[in-house]
């Protein structure tokens, strides 16, 4: 499975939580107790090892809050014919 970063522009967030809805991973929350500079609470991710970065949050997010890294996969190697 493919390895992904997940960077959020906190002071963009409007904390509307569709990230939250889509990510398959259910990696993503919005911050308990804590504000941005717009007074929303943002979102933040909580198990960073376990995203995959498949980006469905950047796609869905009004916002773009959302910038996403994925590593690339490694190529399996075919057995050469014989």
């Given at each position: 499975?493919?390895k992904g970063?997940?960077?959020?522009?906190?002071d963009?967030?409007k904390g509307?939580?569709l990230?939250?809805?889509?990510?398959?991973?259910?990696?993503?929350?919005?911050?308990?107790?804590?504000?941005?500079?717009k007074?929303?609470q943002p979102?933040?991710?909580?198990?960073?090892?376990a995203?995959?970065?498949?980006?469905?949050?950047?796609?869905?997010?009004?916002?773009?809050?959302?910038?996403v890294y994925?590593?690339?996969?490694?190529?399996?190697?075919?057995?050469?014919?014989?």
């Amino acid at each position: 499975m493919a390895k992904g970063i997940v960077l959020i522009d906190e002071d963009r967030c409007k904390g509307c939580g569709l990230c939250v809805t889509v990510c398959p991973k259910h990696i993503l929350r919005l911050a308990e107790g804590r504000f941005n500079a717009k007074g929303y609470q943002p979102v933040e991710v909580t198990a960073p090892e376990a995203c995959t970065g498949c980006a469905l949050c950047a796609v869905i997010c009004p916002d773009v809050v959302f910038t996403v890294y994925r590593q690339r996969r490694k190529p399996k190697r075919v057995p050469a014919a014989a």
